[in-house]
Nanobody, 119 residues
Framework: VQLQASGGGLVQAGASLRLSCAAS????????MGWFRQAPGKEREFVAA????????NYADSVKGRFTISRGNAKDTVYLQMNSLKPEDTAVYFC?????????????WGQGTLVTVSS
């Protein structure tokens, strides 16, 4: 599945952003989906996951209570609503399909979208 993430940008600390992910040429409906991120000089890390139905989610401790993952009504789009952004949230965010729920393991990676949070 070819995934495309969008919605990144430069914001100040405390602001909000919403990232979107869609697939080109295929549906996302049958996949557990997630978001990972990679900060400069660091390894990629898990951010959030959502199951096929959208009824179950999982979050990294660092984003719990601030980020919300969701699926569109047609289940063909995945969103990451990011509130109360902090400078340490600065990273390239990747939309992924999951091959394993826990621990989260990605199968397909989209191109990333850059989120920069200034202090």
């Amino acid at each position: 599945v070819q995934l495309q993430a969008s919605g990144g940008g430069l914001v100040q600390a405390g602001a909000s952003l919403r990232l979107s992910c869609a697939a080109s040429g295929r549906t996302l409906r049958g996949y557990n989906m997630g978001w990972f991120r990679q900060a400069p000089g660091k390894e990629r890390e898990f951010v959030a996951a959502i199951n096929v139905s959208g009824g179950t989610t999982n979050y990294a401790d660092s984003v719990k209570g601030r980020f919300t993952i969701s699926r569109g009504n047609a289940k063909d789009t995945v969103y990451l609503q990011m509130n109360s952004l902090k400078p340490e949230d600065t990273a390239v965010y990747f939309c992924v399909s999951l091959i394993k729920w826990y621990p989260p393991m990605a199968r397909d990676w989209g191109q990333g979208t850059l989120v920069t949070v200034s202090s």
